[in-house]
């Protein structure tokens, strides 16, 4: 039944070490959004997929980069882990950019 | 620039009561959507509700009613006869649709409690 599948559920990486999250979805949704959720904070969006075109948030890291193969699969891909890019990070998908987001269950990032 | 305010950080009800969640907006678009979210300790964000900003009418579904005064900027949850599987964060949240695509714009959210 899960619709918005993120793996893995809780992901261990060390200082530096390259580390990616998968996020695959089952609705055929045209757009998919990455967000970053830090402890006790609202989740800030870090970029999104509108079918292949990608937007960026201004503020995002370059650390942070995305791919996205094919409709059902999005990936975050982050560069250099730094201690402070330990978060929960969130997968949405949605049909179209005004429609609600329908979220994963998140990857709880910690970083050693 | 949007921006969302929950000035409720946390908040307790008891079993069985309804329970109202504050949320107000500052928009410069005349077009938006509103959303709420539940997180549970567990981390995943489930969707709630919507209301545009052309509704007429006050959104519901089940136990979830927005309280929805535009002249006001808000945006109120109401959750009727809270269960304890309510406890969680909320979040409420804005997209502009005249904006950046997809930018949802979250507020820092209030902890729920409910109490048997």
């Known amino acids: ?112 | 620039a949007q921006k969302i305010t929950q000035t409720q950080p946390g908040m307790f009800v008891q079993e069985k009561e309804a329970v109202t969640l504050d949320c107000t907006y500052d928009t410069s678009d005349p077009s938006y959507g509103l959303f709420w979210y539940k997180q549970p300790s567990s981390g995943e964000m489930i969707f709630l509700i919507y209301q545009g900003s052309y509704d007429q009418q006050n959104a519901t579904e089940g136990r979830y009613s927005l309280n929805f005064q535009k002249a006001r900027k808000s945006a109120n949850l109401v959750i009727s006869a809270s269960q304890l599987g309510d406890s969680a964060m909320y979040f409420c949240a804005i997209r502009n649709y005249g904006g950046s695509q997809g930018n949802l714009i979250f507020g820092k959210g209030t902890k729920l409690s409910v109490k048997p």
């Open chain 1, 1 to 112: 039944d899960a619709m918005v599948i993120q793996n893995p559920r809780y992901q261990v990486t060390q200082f530096g070490k390259p580390v990616t999250l998968s996020c695959s979805q089952t609705l055929n949704h045209n757009v998919m959004y990455w967000y970053q959720q830090k402890s006790s904070q609202a989740p800030k969006l870090l970029f999104h997929y509108y079918d292949k075109d990608f937007n960026n948030e201004a503020d995002t890291p370059d650390n942070f980069q995305s791919r996205r193969p094919n409709t059902s699969f999005c990936f975050l891909d982050i560069r250099s882990p730094g201690l402070g890019d330990a978060a929960m990070y969130l997968c949405a998908t949605s049909r179209d950019p005004v429609q609600p987001q329908h979220f994963g269950d998140g990857t709880r990032l910690s970083i050693l």
